[in-house]
């Protein structure tokens, strides 16, 4: 089966402008052809929500499925026995909750070592190592050591996701822990992990039981549901989850090198006031790059991965998001300082995360169990 998808690019005059934030969003004029992207599959699976590679050489894709089990994908064809099952690890599962995040460390070729992100049994956000078996066939989950865990008080907004940066620190992103409209004021709050971007020296670990203590890179964060470094330039991109009205993608230039950073929430909804009858003060807080207003466009966004493969030179240096209700995608691509960006179409279903291979090809997940690849790019 293959979903035919339409890529269409166009120019930002239509993205709405900041009310308040300060510097505006950048803007851009995109001008090239309209063109279409083929998606193949799908390959059968359970609820996931993102696809990882280990980059050892095997060319495996390993799906996340919220529900605890980690699947293999060997040139396209699923393995039967899973890699990892931590299903007894996990509380509630359903919603936002479940194993969320996965990721290998960048020498896991030499150490095995693999670690992720779930609510546990108490419900709260846990960030823990794994080893993988002498071959890297599997991974017993007796070798879990939890690295850190941040009480939680609601069901949602969790975080979970985790990447290594180009300073080989693990990146952590954790949502302002859940209910609406931040009520406990954790993502301004410099004392609570919730919120906040996180960094981790994962190869400088402390005695148990909290065997590292976060860095809290950046503030201001409600739920970043993915957010992936362009490894070419080490320029960090995050889609962070809105309220009722804005969804928003920001944009950090070699990030590795900055720190300290505030991207708003819940002082702001994308660029906008979130309270207005209240006013607020948005000065000195990073304004997103791109947003999109609940709607036809979606309810929900959803990051994804800079493209750096080969087969589709147009996307080459592109952020793909999509937005898990509508299912719309878009490309966002920064041409010096201008953020170009880009309608492509749409995948049937809830697309819950994206992936690449290891050779940086694109792949898709829909929460309502497929994978699906992207194949082709046709210009037309
Ligand atoms: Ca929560």
Request: aromatic share 0%.
């Given at each position: 089966m293959r979903v035919v998808v339409v890529l269409a690019l166009v120019t930002i005059s239509a993205c709405a402008r900041p009310a308040v934030a300060e510097p505006p969003p950048a803007t851009a004029v995109q001008v090239a052809p309209w063109v279409r992207l083929d998606v193949e599959g799908p390959i059968r699976v359970t609820a996931p929500v993102g696809l990882v590679a280990a980059h050892d050489g095997s060319r495996r894709l390993f799906v996340i499925e919220q529900g605890g089990v980690v699947r293999v994908l060997n040139d396209g064809k699923l393995q039967e026995a899973p890699f990892l099952d931590v299903r007894h690890l996990l509380g509630g599962v359903g919603g936002e909750q479940g194993l969320l995040g996965l990721v290998f460390h960048p020498r896991f070729k030499e150490n095995g070592r693999l670690f992720i992100g779930y609510t546990d049994s108490h419900d709260n956000d846990a960030y823990a190592e794994l080893r993988a078996s002498a071959d890297h066939a599997r991974v017993d989950a007796a070798t879990l050591r939890v690295l850190f865990s941040i009480p939680d008080f609601a069901g949602n907004h969790n975080g979970g996701h985790l990447v290594f940066g180009p300073d080989g620190k693990l990146w952590i992103g954790t949502g302002d822990?859940?209910?609406?409209?931040?009520p406990k004021r954790t993502a301004q709050d410099e004392g609570s992990l919730l919120g906040k971007m996180l960094r981790v020296d994962v190869d400088t670990l402390g005695p148990a039981p909290q065997l590292v203590t976060p860095e809290r890179w950046a503030k201001g964060l409600r739920n970043p549901w993915r957010y992936a470094f362009d490894r070419q330039n080490g320029d960090l991109w995050i889609a962070d989850v809105g309220q009722n009205l804005w969804e928003e993608v920001h944009l950090v230039e070699r990030a590795a090198e900055q720190r300290g950073l505030n991207f708003g929430w819940s002082v702001l909804e994308g660029a906008h006031c979130f309270r207005p009858e209240q006013g607020c003060e948005a000065a000195g807080l990073v304004s997103p790059v791109f947003e999109y207003r609940h709607g036809d466009d979606g309810c929900s966004i959803t990051g994804g991965v800079v493209y750096r493969g080969k087969r589709f030179p147009a996307l080459v240096g592109s952020y793909v998001v999509a937005d898990y209700c509508s299912s719309r995608l878009w490309t966002l691509k920064r041409e010096g300082a201008r953020v170009l960006w880009a309608r492509a179409g749409h995948i049937p279903g809830n697309v819950s995360g994206f992936g690449e291979d290891e050779d940086g090809e694109l792949w898709v997940a829909d929460h309502q169990g497929r994978v699906l690849r992207l194949v082709a790019f046709l210009p037309r």
């Open positions: 822990g859940g209910g609406a409209g931040d």
